[in-house]
């Protein structure tokens, strides 16, 4: 194919190669390792706070590998009292409650995000630029501090600018607790991931070939029949893509469901949180991210390996 | 088309609720009073209590150096990364490798974080020097790679093979090429890259937070602490300082990165609607 030696351009590729290899692996990858082996571990006190499952002997004074499941059997604990009712169940709590609200909240950037992305894709070229720059702003600005927007409009006081609007209009008479509640964190996590959704609408929409559409409707489509047989079923690729960029940073969330959550909205982002700081159980905390990772990833691989056998089909 | 008005008063929707909360962190910054929420006078009392406030001010300069160097670090490591992914093609491992780079863009913070603190805090890895700044920008840049590959990676895509042939055919080594005829082609894409990955950096709260020691207070950080202090109208006027800068910004690089060229290149005729 190419003029050059095949055999320098494969010397000059291992050493660009050996940079981000040697780089990922090394801080992302075994950290990632890290995690497992800690996640079987004895937490301690000492630094860091745990004993490691190669830290002991065998008798011959070989190393030995003793893993601790304690931090599992705690989750299989809780999964084993399901049918125990008003038993306390923390950890499974955590999950259920981050899984449901990374679910609400992507389900709520699609549909505000969708008929927004395809007006957006549909505006005169020379405006969409400007649109697209308009959404992505907030996102530039400090992440922390729209939050934190959302803590003074959300404010159960008399002070708090949308209970401030309902009793100046004469709509309560008393101020609304909308704060510290999960609705409230619906609200945070939906205002900082719908760019996260808009953006890969948008690109695909903005592809779709108007000439289909126009086609189903000269063929006698009514509009709902049009969007639901041409235009959902093209963009598919960008609603999958949107929601897998809300739905799984979503899930692991923390900033947003301790600032407007209070006390109240238990995740497991908190709980990794309060695990690896107050609590001082690194291998717990280990632990319940294993297990979110395991249960994140789980879905996409089963997606990917049955996308490419339905592609090897058609 | 689709929607008419209706359509029309969706968008402008949508865009209020992206920006009413902002506006109205900018309006309540000119109070004259403690509230956050409530407009008692106008005045710039809490602009010059910014400007006393020495702890913000270190913290500030810490979040600036720690983003660029991890903004700095991440293309390198990334434009790398980007070559590899679009010029390799298949070998073993890069499927692999594919996964790695772009896992950090989707894996909760806190798990990247916690994985980051036990290889910082390692007992074997005493060598890394524990938490602190140096751990702050690995992890910064860890993540931030994973973003300059993707631009990066998709520049490279369009660009035309064609040119570094041509130098590589008349005697042009390899490496040369890559610095006189690639950088300057695929320069926007690293331009872009630098400036996500030092927003990325300035902004990043549960990294920076997960693997600062006491001396290491970055701008997050120090804002997060004090959000549950008790919020005073000073952290107003601090927004209201960052949404000016990165406005002038976002349009500074959005005009020096797209403007011209993208305006010669769409012809008027082209108008859609």
């Keep these: 194919m190419r003029a050059h030696p095949a055999s320098a351009q494969g010397y000059g590729r291992f050493w660009v190669g050996l940079l981000p290899w040697a780089w990922m692996l090394f801080f992302f990858v075994l950290p990632f390792a890290l995690i497992v082996n800690v996640s079987l571990s004895t937490p301690d006190l000492a630094v860091p706070p745990y004993v490691s499952p190669f830290a002991g002997t065998t008798a011959d004074g070989a190393p030995a590998f003793r893993p601790d499941p304690a931090s599992y059997a705690r989750l299989g604990d809780e999964l084993a009292a399901l049918a125990t009712p008003g038993a306390d169940r923390p950890y499974l709590a955590a999950y259920a409650n981050s899984v449901l609200l990374a679910a609400l909240t992507t389900l709520c950037c699609l549909l505000l995000g969708y008929p927004f992305a395809y007006r957006l894709a549909r505006a005169p070229e020379v405006m969409r630029n400007t649109l697209l720059m308009l959404v992505m702003l907030p996102f530039w600005t400090s992440f922390l501090l729209r939050v934190y927007a959302w803590m003074g409009l959300l404010d159960s006081s008399e002070t708090g600018l949308i209970n401030q609007a309902l009793l100046g209009l004469g709509v309560v008479a008393e101020p609304l607790p909308l704060l510290y509640n999960t609705g409230a964190v619906l609200v945070g996590m939906v205002y900082s991931y719908l760019p996260f959704m808009v953006l890969p609408l948008y690109a695909n929409l903005v592809k779709l070939d108007l000439r289909l559409l126009e086609a189903a409707r000269d063929l006698g489509a009514r509009p709902a029949t049009v969007f639901l047989r041409v235009t959902l079923p093209l963009s598919l690729r960008g609603i999958v893509a949107g929601s897998m960029l809300v739905f799984i940073p979503a899930v692991g969330e923390f900033v947003i469901p301790d600032l407007l959550g209070g006390g109240s909205v238990m995740t497991i982002g908190r709980s990794i949180w309060d695990d690896f700081g107050p609590n001082q159980d690194w291998p717990m905390a280990a632990a319940v991210a294993v297990v979110m990772v395991v249960m994140l990833i789980a879905p996409i691989v089963l997606l990917h390996r049955h996308g490419r056998r339905a592609g090897r089909g058609a | ?273």
């Design chain 2, 1 to 273: 088309m689709s929607g008419g008005w209706g359509g029309r008063a969706w968008v402008l929707g949508v865009y209020a609720f992206l920006y009413v909360p902002i506006l109205c962190l900018i309006v309540f910054s000119f109070t004259a009073g403690e509230i956050t929420t409530r407009l008692d006078g106008l005045s710039l009392r809490w602009y010059a209590a910014l400007a006393r406030d020495v702890e913000l001010h270190a913290a500030v300069l810490l979040s600036l150096r720690v983003g660029a160097l991890a903004a700095t670090a991440a293309v390198v490591v990334g434009t790398a990364a980007a070559v590899i992914l679009v010029r390799a093609g298949d070998y073993p491992g890069s499927r692999f490798f594919l996964g790695m780079m772009s896992a950090p863009m989707v894996m909760p913070e806190v798990v990247v974080g916690l994985s980051l603190v036990l290889l910082f805090t390692h007992p074997a890895l005493a060598i890394l020097g524990g938490r602190g700044v140096a751990a702050i920008w690995v992890a910064h840049t860890t993540l931030c790679t994973a973003y300059v590959a993707v631009l990066v990676a998709s520049r490279l895509r369009e660009m035309d093979r064609a040119l570094e042939e041509a130098a590589l055919d008349l005697g042009c080594p390899p490496l040369k090429v890559f610095f006189v005829i690639t950088v300057p082609v695929i320069a926007p894409a690293l331009a872009a890259g630098w400036l996500l990955a030092f927003t990325l950096s300035m902004d990043d709260f549960v990294l920076a937070a997960m693997l600062s020691d006491p001396g290491s207070t970055t701008l997050p950080v120090l804002v997060f602490a004090r959000l549950h202090h008790g919020l005073k109208p000073e952290i107003n006027a601090l927004a209201t300082v960052i949404v000016v800068v990165v406005s002038i910004a976002v349009l500074l690089a959005n005009r020096l990165l797209l403007g011209p060229p993208r305006a010669a290149a769409q012809p008027s005729a082209a108008r859609g609607g």
